[in-house]
């Protein structure tokens, strides 16, 4: 995991189009990527010499092209649900026009986790234009403010970016491992519950 993180950092500090690809992996793993907030802080510690607001515009690119990558798997994976499920799901269509948007720009702009609206906005169809615009918006709006931030504290701290992106980094391994601990003690003691 650590080799990992280092990779990541390696194609951050290869400039813009580093950063966009180290931003696309990352997102591309559904339910664990941390928040893009933080990434656009710690790329703006790391590279001060980058345009805040650029790195804040790439990161939500990288979001918003591996949530697509995301949307697309799903819509297609309706080919593989029955007729029943296919029906319950088509019922929400009305809802997600109205209300999709809102629920898609909120969860786009919020720290938390957005791959449960990614999943609902796909499974009713809802339009890919539409959701290429508004997650766009919403992130953009989070990854900005995240790379001001991490600009600010960058500044304020001159003498030491890399050590503080070293310990926003192991920060985010520690959580990522703490959770993984936690869900894996949670499903053995389901296990033991079913048994």
């Not at 790195?55 to 297609?76: D, E, M, N, P, S």
């Not at 026009?97 to 986790?113: D, R």
Request: aromatic share 10%; net charge positive; charged share 15%.
């Amino acid at each position: 995991m650590q080799d990992f993180f280092q990779i990541i950092t390696q194609l951050i500090l290869q400039g813009y189009l580093g950063l966009l690809l180290a931003c696309f992996i990352i997102n591309m793993i559904p339910f664990l990527s941390p928040s893009n907030m933080v990434l656009a802080g710690v790329a703006a510690v790391l590279m001060p010499s980058m345009v805040w607001l650029a790195i804040g515009v790439i990161v939500a690119v990288a979001a918003t092209l591996a949530k697509t990558v995301h949307y697309g798997i799903v819509r297609f994976s309706r080919k593989a649900m029955s007729e029943r499920l296919l029906k319950s799901v088509d019922l929400e269509k009305a809802r997600a026009e109205k209300w999709g948007g809102l629920a898609l720009f909120l969860a786009a702009a919020s720290p938390f986790p957005d791959d449960p609206v990614v999943v609902y906005t796909a499974l009713t169809r809802y339009s890919i234009v539409k959701f290429i615009l508004t997650y766009f918006a919403g992130k953009v709006t989070v990854t900005s403010a995240g790379a001001l931030i991490g600009y600010v504290a960058g500044g304020l701290l001159e003498g030491a970016p890399v050590i503080l992106a070293s310990l926003v980094l192991t920060a985010l391994i520690m959580g990522f491992l703490l959770k993984r601990r936690y869900d894996s003690k949670e499903d053995k003691s389901g296990d033991s519950h079913n048994s």
